[in-house]
């Protein structure tokens, strides 16, 4: 008979277990109530999802999504709880906090660039700014998002004029391989 290694211990466990790590880490933050409802939607729609499936990379890496997508909520979290309340006097709000939400949390959910996480929450961010925002513009947003890499929105970054970084600078990061496949 095999004896189980720790190796094996560690993947069997599940999310089930590792998240009140995550849960704890979020209740120590101090954000609105909006930004939290936001963040609750966000934990709820996750955890049933993924609650018996065996951690390994994707899990890992939508933990890592959750907690950047998290991290930006907080960092705008007035922005988010003024906005919520004007959608609130337009009867707007609960689309943002369930459909909408539901868009921006697939994206983060299958995202493999963390650093494009930014972006989706930015994006919902700036939908809730948007005058009788429709669900095919939020949708066609997240789809358009999740096609681009990384590389594809630094270079469309470049067109704008408040944006810092340039096209040779962006190219400085891409090496000559890479660069070749691009062309």
Not at 29 to 41: D, G, K, L, Q
Not at 69 to 97: G, P, T
Not at 124 to 130: D, Q, V
Request: net charge negative; hydrophobic share 35%; proline share 2%.
């Amino acid at each position: 008979v095999r004896s189980r290694g720790l190796g094996d211990v560690y993947k069997r466990q599940t999310l089930g277990e590792i998240l009140p790590e995550v849960v704890k880490q979020i209740s120590e933050m101090v954000v609105s109530e909006a930004t939290a409802s936001i963040i609750c939607e966000i934990l709820g729609a996750v955890f049933p999802r993924i609650n018996n499936i065996r951690l390994g990379w994707k899990q890992n890496r939508l933990e890592r999504n959750i907690k950047k997508a998290i991290e930006v909520l907080q960092k705008n979290d007035s922005l988010i709880e003024a906005q919520l309340e004007v959608l609130e006097k337009n009867n707007q709000d609960q689309m943002f906090r369930t459909k909408y939400c539901e868009m921006m949390l697939d994206t983060i959910y299958d995202e493999i660039q963390e650093s494009k996480v930014k972006y989706g929450i930015n994006g919902f961010i700036n939908l809730m700014c948007i005058e009788n925002p429709n669900e095919d513009m939020t949708l066609m947003f997240f789809k358009t998002l999740t096609e681009l890499s990384d590389l594809d929105i630094r270079v469309l970054k470049c067109f704008s004029y408040e944006h810092e970084e340039n096209y040779y600078s962006v190219m400085q990061d891409v090496d000559t391989v890479s660069y070749t496949h691009l062309r």
